[in-house]
């Protein structure tokens, strides 16, 4: 019901989450090595204080407490903002949608921590239940991507919407059950802090000193509340809205920067830059900023400061035997895909088919098994939970549980791989029908359609005459065409702010198509774009044989000027604002549109219908 074969919103996150992997491993394999050749130095160092002191006022943490309680705070910055993403973009905006991945979130949540609380009953280590609960989505879709290179981007898609719940829910228990003694005035200014910066995201003020400036106080009011400071990333990123430019929003920018083409001075410089950034989202401009950095920098940093552990064999001996590090291991290995299995099972029992996950059986295993992996989170709430050996047996128990979970998530692949490539398809893919991107659908008493009327596979592309992208892009449609199973349909798009002679070349596209030439007029306007002016219309009519007289008075009077609108307001509908801008099957398609990649993309459709026995 809610699945989506690509979401441009996910896409980004996961492949620069994906990315990162390899840097997380190694910042957890330096960290081991140090930790082992001189337990002393690693940490010696990170137990160095540093302060910062403004008169009387000020905050000295050692290092390891910097990265975990500072540097972090960015990390969770980038969850809250892709939670909030998710919410205004994504596939969550259906909010009928969340049920499935807030109860899988849930379930995987609830059912680690009651094994592990099982397992620690009596005792005082139950208190670090909260370690046993968090995914590492960093780690987990890097090592998915690692571990399956033919899944389906829905598995992913499904996996991050799920963790996106298990995030929220990690860090409001950080907040109320892991932070230190609260303190209530302190948290006046917070609240203060908090409040302007949602006045000024409401006020859409452009000066970032602002928000840095409020994003301190709220950071050093929580801190010096007893609330863990990392809660103020989460509710900054929560505040920063997600939305697409509007064509409005990008003809303003365009303008700017036109006159700053006409008359090149530093005042219109700035107005054009700070015109061009105001177009975009809050939320895309603090993700495109800060999610590199985290991925890349902090979360490594993270590791680098926290994975040290001696593996001397006592001390493995001991850990292995504890009821920490087992009800750590335990809960991940099997209460993860325990929960996320069966989560979803019900859910989908509980609305009769109505709801259920947008991937195949195979897949939601595979899913709740990469669940298991913990790390970022876990040594989180481990810092704050225990200390001395109790911390060195969680830590273990978080990185054992990684290594396992990988290895089944490994596991339910490669036997996934041996079924016949149909059933394969249908165990990854599931047959969920995916919800249309396009509005409205594709009408073949209305479209103009190149190829078969009906069709497994419709490409359709919004398009603008002269905008030299389409121009690029009609290679590759003319060599995707060759496959004659594969139905073409074009709707406009003009770009008049930018493309002066646009709108005038769609409506001549229309009046050939009154004469039954769309096609050849489409295409001779797409090889001549710099020939667009009325006369040159004219010309182009009059050398495809057309009824001259017929064609000109059809263009002169604007007759089909509706036609073009209608269209247009399909883009606006279908979220569309520039060109050229592809769907496959009424799905949006985000990536290039080289043939490689549409190609790709159609086979993935096909392979979709054939699972799905459509």
């Not at 016949?420 to 659908?441: C, E, F, M, N, V």
Request: glycine share 8%; hydrophobic share 50%; charged share 20%.
């Amino acid at each position: 019901m809610w699945a989506r074969d690509r979401s441009a919103p996910l896409r980004a996150f996961l492949v620069t989450e994906s990315g990162s992997a390899v840097l997380l491993v190694a910042g957890i394999a330096v960290a081991l090595v140090w930790a082992n050749v001189h337990d002393e130095s690693y940490e010696a160092f990170w137990s160095t204080t540093f302060s910062i002191q403004l008169g009387g006022a000020g905050i000295s943490l050692d290092l390891r407490e910097w990265v975990n309680r500072g540097l972090m705070t960015f990390f969770f910055l980038v969850v809250g903002l892709e939670a909030r993403r998710e919410f205004d973009l994504g596939d969550l905006r259906e909010r009928r949608r969340f049920v499935l991945p807030l109860v899988a979130g849930l379930a995987g949540m609830a059912v680690p921590v009651g094994i592990y609380l099982a397992i620690n009953a009596g005792r005082t280590s139950a208190h670090g239940w909260g370690v046993a609960m968090s995914t590492d989505t960093a780690l987990a879709l890097g090592l998915l991507a690692l571990l399956g290179r033919d899944i389906p981007d829905r598995m992913r898609v499904f996996v991050l919407t799920v963790f996106v719940v298990d995030d929220l829910v990690a860090l409001a228990v950080i907040a109320l059950v892991y932070s230190d003694d609260i303190s209530l005035a302190s948290l006046v200014p917070a609240l203060v802090a908090f409040a302007l910066l949602l006045v000024a995201v409401r006020l859409r003020l452009q000066r970032r000193t602002v928000y840095v400036a409020l994003g301190m106080v709220l950071w050093a009011a929580l801190s010096s509340s007893g609330i863990d400071p990392v809660v103020a990333g989460l509710v900054i990123g929560l505040a920063a809205p997600a939305y697409t430019p509007t064509r409005n929003d990008l003809q303003e920018a365009t303008g700017l920067v036109r006159r700053f083409r006409e008359e090149p001075t530093p005042e219109l410089a700035r107005s054009a830059q700070v015109g061009l950034v105001a177009a975009l989202s809050p939320n895309a401009r603090l993700q495109a900023f800060y999610h590199p950095w985290t991925s890349y920098v902090i979360v490594p940093i993270f590791a680098l400061a926290n994975a040290g552990l001696v593996l001397d064999p006592d001390f493995l001996a001991a850990a292995y035997g504890s009821a920490i590090t087992l009800g750590i291991i335990l809960g991940y290995v099997v209460g993860k895909p325990v929960a996320v299995v069966g989560g979803s099972w019900a859910v989908t029992r509980l609305s009769r088919g109505r709801i259920r996950p947008p991937i195949g059986n195979a897949a939601v295993l595979a899913s709740g098994t990469i669940a298991g992996i913990g790390f970022t989170v876990a040594l989180l709430i481990a810092s704050r939970a225990f200390s001395g050996a109790d911390l060195d047996k969680a830590k273990l128990g978080a990185l054992s549980a990684a290594a396992l979970s990988a290895g089944l998530t490994w596991i339910v692949l490669r036997l996934t791989a041996l079924f016949p490539a149909q059933r394969r398809a249908r165990l990854l893919l599931g047959d969920t029908t995916l919800i249309q991107d396009l509005i409205p659908a594709v009408d073949p008493d209305r479209d103009h359609i190149r190829g078969p009327r009906k069709s497994a596979i419709t490409v359709i592309e919004f398009g603008d005459f002269e905008c030299p992208y389409c121009g690029h892009a009609e290679g590759s449609v003319r060599e995707l065409l060759t496959d004659t199973e594969i139905r073409y349909v074009w709707r406009h798009l003009p770009l008049v702010d930018v493309h002066p002679h646009a709108q005038l070349a769609a409506q001549a596209a229309e009046a050939a198509a009154a004469q039954g030439a769309f096609w050849t007029m489409h295409d001779r306007l797409l090889q001549h774009q710099d020939a667009l002016s009325f006369d040159d219309l004219i010309e182009h009519a009059a050398a495809l044989g057309m009824d001259v007289d017929r064609f000109r008075d059809d263009l002169a009077s604007g007759a089909y000027g509706t036609r073009v609108a209608q269209d247009v307001e399909s883009a606006d509908l279908s979220g569309v604002s520039g060109t050229p801008t592809f769907f496959i099957n009424g799905q949006r398609h985000y990536e290039a549109y080289d043939i490689d990649t549409l190609t790709s993309a159609v086979t993935a459709e096909r392979r979709r219908l054939a699972a799905t026995g459509r």
